[in-house]
Structure formats: C-alpha cells, structure tokens
C-alpha cells in the first residue's frame, strides 16, 4: 500500500539535544511538508519542498532544520535551538505543491525529557 | 488574508443528527477547499475536497456547501454516528500556492 511512514512514533529529547524524525513516502509525491500540531491551535507549516534539494521555511521555521536528499524521504531535525518542542509532528506529501489533497502521516509525538 | 476561519471549536451532536462546521476565508486566489479528519493518535485524512465552480458536493452521508460571493464553506454530517467523532479541519489553497491554510479544527463528539 502506498503511503507516508514516520517514525518512531513516540520521542523524547534531553535539555541540548537534536532529534531528527524521520518521513519516508512511496506515493511518488514532489511536493513534501512538515507541520506542527499543538491543541487548539491547528497545523502549523514548519517546512516544505517542492522537489529535491529544495526546501522552503514555512511559518515556524525557527529551531527546525530539514533535508531533501531523495524525492522519497524528508527527515526533520529539531535542534536545541527549539525552546519549546513538546508537540504532535506531522509528515505531508502532495503530487504536486499546492492545489490538491495533502496524504499524511500518523505523526510523530515528541516530548521534553 | 491568508486565513482560513473555522467555528465552532467545538461541537456535541445526539446519534442520528445533523452536524455542521462552517469556515471563512478572505484569498479569492483559492481554488481547493478540502475537509480532513483526525482521530487521536492519527494523522488527518482528506474526507470530502470542493472546487469553487461548484456550490455543493456531496458524498455519503458528508456534503460540502460552497458559497462563493460570501466566501465561505461548510461542512454537513448527515445521519451523524459515534464513529464520526474526531476533529475536522478546513483548508484552502491554490494551484501554484505552494501551501495549504488550515483552519485551527472542530472537535465533534457525537453521543450514542
């Protein structure tokens, strides 16, 4: 079954720690994107690209950083520059960007140690 | 302008209801308004998505209203069960917009 694969599931992260999550798609999609979910507050974009080795800052960019080597993978890496990265991170692809559905992900949870 | 307004926050509807979730937007550059679902733990999926030179689509017991001179859409749940208990999203984007708007959910509890 084609679809978009994050793992691990759950994370923790000590005081002064990068993390990197990992997203892995077989829907041959261009177009990939990270969000970040908080209660009551939505989607927030933090990343996105539109084909490989391209990659744009979304809304809440800062304390992130990402990588687009392969069209299949779109690891994200929360460094310790993110004050505040307890939160339900979400993995996106589209067939093209922007102007159709998005496939997603079942997220990554990520909490303070 | 890129904002995608969505009411309410939440909502409570008895088994057998109608339930209904309404969202703004103010971009008459979009072209692409879809609704997804979240259950915990889960990621969203895309249930019902409507192109503006349309006013309703609807399928099974879903149907999305699109009224495009108020620049607003809505979504129904006919016939609504406890299994259609999650939160709903509304997004709009445009071709060549590179980003989707989200609209920050509703959490639809339907009692049995």
């Known amino acids: 079954d084609g679809g978009i694969t994050q793992s691990p599931k759950y994370l923790f992260r000590k005081e002064g720690q990068n993390v990197t999550l990992s997203c892995e798609q077989n829907l041959n999609h261009d177009a990939m994107y990270w969000y970040r979910q908080d209660p009551g507050q939505g989607l927030r974009l933090i990343y996105y690209?539109?084909?490989?080795?391209?990659?744009q800052k979304g809304d809440i960019a800062e304390g992130y950083s990402v990588s687009r080597e392969k069209k299949e993978s779109f690891p994200l890496t929360v460094t310790s520059a993110q004050k505040n990265p307890t939160a339900f991170y979400l993995c996106?692809?589209?067939?093209?960007?922007?102007?159709?559905?998005?496939?997603f992900g079942d997220g990554t949870r990520l909490s303070i140690l | 302008q890129q904002q995608v307004k969505q009411s309410p926050q939440s909502l409570i509807v008895q088994k057998g209801g109608i339930s209904i979730i309404n969202c703004a937007y103010e971009?008459?550059?979009?072209?692409?308004f879809p609704w997804y679902q979240q259950f915990p733990g889960k990621g969203p999926a895309l249930l019902i998505a409507?192109?503006?030179?349309?006013s309703e689509k609807k399928e099974g017991r879903f149907t999305i209203s699109f009224n495009k001179s108020a620049k607003q859409f809505s979504l129904h749940i006919m016939d609504s069960q406890p299994g259609d208990s999650a939160t709903y999203f509304c997004a709009a984007c445009y071709t060549g917009g590179f980003k989707t708007i989200f609209g920050a959910g509703t959490r639809l509890f339907v009692k049995a």
């Open positions: 996106a692809s589209s067939m093209v960007a922007g102007g159709g559905p998005q496939h």
């Open positions: 690209s539109q084909i490989v080795n391209d990659f």
């Open positions: 409507i192109r503006p030179d349309v």
């Open positions: 971009n008459t550059a979009f072209d692409y």
